[in-house]
């Protein structure tokens, strides 16, 4: 897979190790940056899988936990599959309601990642989701595994990515050196939220015009 491949607007994918998402027809990537690459992961809460930036042993990891054998780089990657996106609600409260948005697709892939929907359109939404993800950076730091929570919202729960089940919080390690984050979104409204190193994190919240680091302190 490379990314002149034709895709589906909208759907989420790997393409040489890193985050892609289909663009007019064709893929622009997201580095993941050092010693990162995208795979594809297992949900922990219902039936799917996710696409996100980590590392090969904590992706290795996470799918020998599920008892597949086997699996590798190679067959932990998913070829890309239609999405379908769930807008994410607001949410007044210290903890933030989210919905996976790098990659909930048809067949049930998701990334570990959910996604903030925003009324903002066109080039300008860049600054926007890179505020965005730093209001919800600094949200999460005030979150536990005991915060009320709505079923099936994500977030970062003490540095780590967590889902809502029950209405509290299921944590997911996110590996060696990696840290769960919000991340903006590069080809529409919105913010994402997944596992990777915080220089990454400061970066891509950077390139988006936004000041102050991961949390716009």
Known sequence: MTANDTCDEGTDACVGGQFAQCVSGSYVMQSCGASLSCFALPLVNKAGTSITCTTESDAASRIANTGATGASAATARLRP?????????SRSSAAPTANTEIAVAATSSAAAASSTSSSS????????????????????????????????????????????????????TCGASLSCFALPLVNKAGTSITCTTQDD??????????TGGVTGN
């Open 201 to 210: 994190a400061a970066s891509r919240i950077a390139n988006t015009g936004a």
């Open 81 to 89: 599959r239609p999405l379908v996106r769930r807008p994410l609600r």
């Open 121 to 172: 359109s066109g080039s300008g939404f860049l600054l926007s989701n890179g505020q965005q993800a730093q209001q919800q950076n600094a949200q999460f730091s005030s979150l536990s595994a005991s915060s009320a929570c709505d079923d099936g919202s994500e977030a970062c729960v003490g540095g780590q990515f967590a889902q809502c089940v029950g209405g509290s919080y299921v944590t997911q």
